[in-house]
């Protein structure tokens, strides 16, 4: 009897060397695991979505291997709202382990244009909130969360009308000539049409015209749009609905005061 308390006892103190030894090294291991997301990444796509790409680089140099990581995104706006999600599992990371994934959130332009066309014509930001969380040497759970921005950039950036001038176009109607220029702060080249139609102040349209613009990605735009327009409909004092139609994106009207 007293022989199996003696092997019971053994035993217990074994498994218990077993475990904190175990634990020690699990702890210990921790200072050789490199975990950290690159820069952020935007991008606009031809399906007219927006996506945030991270980088997830992964350096597994401890004595075990890494299990269930998963990263989850919640990307808002300027007021807080949430416009996307992303979720990345990566069942497992093998000891000695070097690696790089990438985390990537989508939402649709124009879902985001629906809500604030702010983003059209001013530079911002994008609020991300990351949750990280891992099993240490496949058991021991692990936590942590950080925010962090993404810069947006606006492919219509100080928008502006210049000075009209007139020319006559026949007896009847006149050519409007609209000085327009912007920056293209977008990540891409912004090729499409704007159109521009012309009310007097009773609400009547005057006249209409568009036309093509092409801007490569961080260049200052500048053209103009010819309107014909009856000369008898001219007021003083008018207003222009002017639509955007790209190939991320279409949007209108943008309601522009002159005179």
């Known amino acids: 009897m007293d022989f199996s ?26 200072k050789d695991l490199h975990l950290s997301l690159g820069e952020p990444r935007l991008n606009l796509t031809a399906d007219r979505c927006v996506v945030i790409s991270v980088p997830i680089n992964i350096e597994n ?6 299990r269930d990581f998963n990263l989850t995104t919640k990307v808002t706006d300027l007021n807080g709202t ?31 244009l629906e809500r604030a066309a702010y983003y059209l014509f001013n530079d911002s930001s994008f609020t991300i909130n990351a949750v990280i969380s891992v099993k240490l040497a496949e058991i021991i759970p692990v936590k942590a969360s950080s925010n962090f921005t993404v810069p947006w950039g606006a492919p219509f ?13 026949n007896q009847t109607h006149l050519k409007v000539f609209v000085p327009i220029s912007f920056e293209n702060h977008a990540p891409v080249e912004i090729n499409g049409e704007i159109k521009f139609f012309m ?7 005057a006249g209409q015209g568009e036309s093509s613009i092409a801007a490569p990605r961080g260049t200052l735009y500048t053209g103009f749009i010819v309107l014909y327009v009856q000369a008898s409909k001219i007021t003083q004092k008018v207003f222009f609905n002017v639509y955007f139609s790209t190939q991320f994106f279409s949007y209108g009207p943008l309601v522009i005061p002159y005179g």
Request: hydrophobic residues 50%; aromatic residues 16%.
């Open 5 to 30: 308390i003696r092997i019971v006892g053994a035993a217990s103190t074994v498994l218990w060397i077993f475990l904190v030894a175990f634990f020690v090294l699990a702890v210990y291991s921790v």
């Open 82 to 112: 949430k416009i996307a999600e992303g979720f990345t599992l990566l069942t497992n990371i093998g000891k000695g382990c070097e690696l790089i994934a990438f985390h990537n959130m989508s939402f649709s332009m124009d879902v985001l």
């Open 199 to 205: 009310y007097n102040d009773e609400g009547t349209l």
């Open 61 to 66: 140099k401890g004595y075990y291997n890494l």
């Open 157 to 169: 950036y100080n928008f502006r009308l210049g000075r009209l001038t007139y020319e006559p176009a």
